[in-house]
């Protein structure tokens, strides 16, 4: 992203420095930890600032996977496998949307956000659990002592009204 | 080619996307995807709900309030991620990280049978890349744990559903249940095999087992 110049990368850091925090802190970080893994986490965005194309995706969507990817690697010291187009064994599809699909996936997040706090509670928590908490269905259904069943109808009434708010399909 | 029919479950491609599978499950999901279009813009979707999850973040006090370095400062370059890695034909690309031999070479494991070894296993047992000859029967084995095959090339049958599963294709064995594989048609059939348990011989045929499981 060409114009990420200082003045914008600060109005970035004070909206995203927070919300990163907040992230890994949910994520099983302490204090500290998190202050100084929300640094490095921003700090990566500003170096990679070129590599954002805001044409391709959102930022917010990019920041959380520089954090997500950092919590992996340097927390749990583990690897990410991620496909790579450039593999011989790809197999491509759609990877070149029409205009108003591209346009439709930049407004995605938006859209997504607003959708999400209109979910019932229950569905709102059961995708916390998956993104925040790393759980499976199955052990949030041990955790909670809500039946499988219902944790999975949930998740799958939330998936199908955000599916619905954003145009994907709607068949899991 | 066609693009896979048997897919990882929605909540596996939801980790994957958060992040909070175990690095097996990343790996079979990351190979599958390279395979298939349509979980690819599952996981694209279930990325954008992370930014949405990230945005709607409310609990934000006690945040730093400013940058501890210096943006004012020219940063270099990062060095790129792209490591060169040994490829071998067929193999999906996430699997290169994990080649046990350099360069990566098949090795026979029993009549009918080779491997790619992997440097890489879940509590003990060893994934493994798995190269069935044409006509091979895995034989009728019980499985203690959730076991995921993905196959990479070839034509593989379950013996007990009758599924075909062909390149991309992810077959997941649930903990407790039985069955035997068949490898069809005239080609030899490339599997990655990663399983979170043992598997339970049903018969004397458990020579076979223990090396396509490596248990």
Not at chain 1, 11 to 23: D, E, K, L
Not at chain 1, 104 to 115: E, F, I, M, N, S
Not at chain 2, 107 to 112: Q, T
Request: hydrophobic share 35%.
């Amino acid at each position: 992203m060409a114009d990420m110049d200082r003045t914008s990368f600060e109005q970035i850091f004070g909206h995203f420095a927070p919300r990163v925090r907040a992230y890994l802190l949910r994520q099983g970080l302490n204090a500290s930890l998190a202050d100084e893994v929300s640094q490095e986490v921003m700090l990566t965005v500003w170096n990679q600032s070129e590599r954002f194309d805001p044409e391709k995706g959102s930022l917010g969507t990019w920041v959380f996977t520089i954090a997500r990817n950092r919590l992996i690697d340097s927390i749990r010291r583990q690897r990410r496998p991620e496909p790579s187009p450039d593999d011989p064994c790809w197999v491509a599809g759609r990877e070149d949307p029409s205009p108003e699909l591209q346009a439709a996936r930049r407004g995605r997040v938006a859209t997504l956000r607003t959708a999400l706090m209109r979910l019932p509670e229950e569905q709102q928590r059961v995708l916390e659990a998956l993104y925040f908490e790393g759980l499976t269905m199955s052990e949030l259904s041990d955790k909670t002592g809500v039946p499988l069943g219902t944790v999975k109808t949930r998740a799958r009434l939330a998936l199908r009204t955000l599916r619905g708010h954003v145009g994907g399909n709607e068949d899991e | 080619m066609n693009a896979p029919t048997h897919h990882p479950e929605p909540d596996e491609l939801i980790a994957y996307a958060a992040g909070t599978s175990p690095e097996w499950v990343s790996l079979v999901v990351a190979c599958h995807l390279t395979y298939c279009p349509e979980c690819r813009d599952n996981v694209s979707l279930f990325e954008d709900l992370g930014g949405a999850l990230l945005d709607s973040m409310d609990d934000t006090a006690g945040a730093p309030p400013r940058p501890n370095f210096d943006v004012a400062r020219v940063l270099a370059a990062p060095a790129s991620e792209t490591q060169p890695v040994a490829a071998v034909a067929g193999i999906p690309r996430p699997l290169s990280a994990y080649f046990q031999d350099s360069p990566p070479r098949w090795r026979f494991l029993i009549p009918g049978l080779r491997h790619l070894p992997l440097n890489f296993s879940v509590g003990g047992i060893p994934a493994r890349i798995i190269r069935f000859k044409p006509g091979f029967t895995i034989p009728e084995h019980r499985h203690e744990a959730l076991e995921m095959l993905l196959v990479l090339d070839g034509e593989l049958e379950d013996g007990v559903t009758h599924e075909l599963f062909r390149s991309g294709d992810l077959s997941r064995r649930e903990p407790g249940t039985t069955h035997s594989q068949h490898i069809l048609g005239p080609e030899p059939c490339t599997c990655l095999v990663v399983s979170a348990g043992p598997v339970t011989p049903s018969s004397w045929l458990g020579r076979i087992l223990k090396a396509v499981t490596g248990v």
